[in-house]
């Protein structure tokens, strides 16, 4: 199988480990404020609309639409090496308008990503301990025509 070179960590935070944990256990978590309702990606310690310090974790759909997106044939790190082409994307949540989290789209031929097409989540051990929430394409449940 070959060496494996470990992918670049983030850097989990108080802020942050809420989410980095969620993503561990499958679930897609997003600071809301408790005061006006406000949901805050990237995590922050204080809400950007109302300046309340009242944040909880809350878990999201899982559901987002593909807002842009790149293919990257070039590693920027050597963990990426053998993944190339991805696509590095931005995807917007549907729970708030503008609430858009950067991520990898996976399970999809690259020639058939389209801004605006549904996609969902789907959690991936990517190295021991780092679990990313990815998106793939939206399919319906129990198609089989």
Not at 22 to 50: T, V
Request: net charge negative.
């Amino acid at each position: 199988m070959g060496t494996q070179v470990k992918p670049p960590l983030p850097l989990e935070t108080p802020v942050t480990e809420f989410f980095w944990e969620g993503a561990r256990r499958g679930q897609l978590l997003i600071l809301r404020c408790q005061s006006c309702g406000h949901y805050i990606h990237y995590p922050e310690p204080i809400c950007s609309q109302c300046l309340s310090e009242d944040l909880t974790p809350n878990q999201v759909s899982g559901n987002a639409i593909l807002y842009s997106y790149t293919i990257s044939e070039r590693a920027w790190h050597p963990f990426w090496v053998d993944k190339l082409p991805y696509a590095l994307a931005s995807v917007e949540l549907p729970e708030q308008k503008g609430l858009r989290m950067a991520t990898n789209i996976v399970d999809c031929p690259l020639d058939e990503l389209v801004v605006g097409m549904e996609l969902r989540v789907v959690f991936r051990e990517v190295h021991e301990g780092l679990t990313l929430p990815l998106f793939t394409r939206q399919e319906l449940q129990g198609a089989s025509e």
